[in-house]
T-cell receptor, first 116, second 113 residues
Framework: AQSVTQLGSHVSVSEGALVLLRCNYS??????LFWYVQYPNQGLQLLLK??????LVKGINGFEAEFKKSETSFHLTKPSAHMSDAAEYFC??????????????FGTGTRLLVSP | DAGVTQSPTHLIKTRGQHVTLRCSPI?????VSWYQQVLGQGPQFIFQ???????GRGNFPDRFSARQFPNYSSELNVNALLLGDSALYLC????????????FGPGTRLTVL
């Protein structure tokens, strides 16, 4: 079975500081990995995804994530936080559709708080 | 192009009632997936449909059912509602069922009293 662990239910940073949101995964097969963002009372927006083409994945809004197989990690970073980055962030894993369908397994989320 | 749309936005029901939630995928997408997001948690997979057939089902009771129509839109039905069914129900569409990125709609907030 696949699973995702997001370390830290809340992360607080100052505007302009580095953002680091942690995600570790467990998968018996090479995974696809995703980061989604959810703003209050909205659905999920895809930030970026890893599908094995490159270990460093660049996404929207200046975010990027690095796949590290040896550490089973897929941490999300942004060099400089902006007030508009305040939201809930979800890491997700899938099994590349080996079962005939794609089920996303999500972590419990990390709420990013950005202070002026 | 329009994204994934869901209706209604909000819904209030009482225990024991039945509810139907609707989803229209992005134009050209043939697969629809449903997720339940309880407050404070990540989304949980309920179903995936592709070309009108159920391709996958999560760990949910038989009270939950779904279908996909010829135009690829989908309905999620929940019978005999329980208080614990209160959640945000998210629909996601993708080109295919196996590997393509899933794009999420804004969700339907269901409150069961």
């Amino acid at each position: 079975a696949q699973s995702v662990t997001q370390l830290g239910s809340h992360v607080s940073v100052s505007e302009g500081a580095l953002v680091l949101l942690r995600c570790n995964y467990s998968s018996s097969v090479p995974p696809y990995l995703f980061w989604y963002v959810q703003y209050p009372n909205q659905g999920l927006q895809l930030l970026l995804k890893y599908t094995s083409a490159a270990t460093l994945v660049k996404g929207i809004n200046g975010f990027e994530a690095e796949f590290k197989k040896s550490e089973t990690s897929f941490h999300l970073t942004k060099p400089s936080a902006h007030m508009s980055d305040a939201a809930e962030y979800f890491c997700a894993v899938s099994d590349r559709g080996n079962t005939g369908f794609q089920k996303l397994v999500f972590g419990t989320g990390t709420r990013l708080l950005v202070s002026p | 192009d329009a994204g994934v749309t869901q209706s209604p936005t909000h819904l209030i029901k009482t225990r024991g009632q039945h509810v139907t939630l609707r989803c229209s995928p992005i134009s050209g997408h043939k697969s629809v997936s449903w997720y339940q997001q309880v407050l404070g948690q990540g989304p949980q997979f309920i179903f995936q449909y592709y070309e009108k057939e159920e391709r996958g089902r999560g760990n949910f009771p038989d009270r939950f059912s779904a279908r996909q129509f010829p135009n690829y839109s989908s309905e999620l039905n929940v019978n005999a509602l329980l208080l614990g069914d209160s959640a945000l129900y998210l629909c996601a569409s993708s080109l295919n069922s196996n590997t393509d990125t899933q794009y999420f709609g804004p969700g339907t907030r269901l409150t069961v009293l």
